[in-house]
Nanobody, 118 residues
Framework: VQLQASGGGLVQAGDSLRLSCAASGRTFSEYFMGWFRQAPGKEREFVASLRWSRFDTYYAASVKGRFTISRDNAKNTVYLQMNSLKPEDTAVYYC????????????WGQGTLVTVSS
């Protein structure tokens, strides 16, 4: 089972970026897939999540209205569309997965760095 995150980069404030998380090794129909981020010197924080088999989505207050999480079943990929980026969005972004029956994310991908310059 593997989660492969990609799409990070250096952008300016106000720009957009789309992160991808390619999932492989199992079916994820009974999973929540999420994005987390960790800024330098800070703890990892929740960004957004969705239930793979439904349309339920959840967002942190700090990104609601700017970020959109989505998935492509055919590609087994979860996306995080980030618009109106701010310098405070600078962080390493991680994708993760957990069973719908669990409270803990047990699957983690490697991080992808997003840097937003002012």
């Amino acid at each position: 089972v593997q989660l492969q995150a990609s799409g990070g980069g250096l952008v300016q404030a106000g720009d957009s970026l789309r992160l991808s998380c390619a999932a492989s090794g199992r079916t994820f129909s009974e999973y929540f897939m999420g994005w987390f981020r960790q800024a330098p010197g800070k703890e990892r924080e929740f960004v957004a999540s969705l239930r793979w088999s439904r349309f339920d989505t959840y967002y942190a207050a700090s990104v609601k209205g700017r970020f959109t999480i989505s998935r492509d079943n055919a590609k087994n990929t979860v996306y995080l569309q980030m618009n109106s980026l701010k310098p405070e969005d600078t962080a390493v972004y991680y994708c993760a997965g957990r069973r719908v029956t669990s409270n803990e994310y047990e699957l983690w991908g490697q991080g992808t760095l997003v840097t937003v310059s002012s």
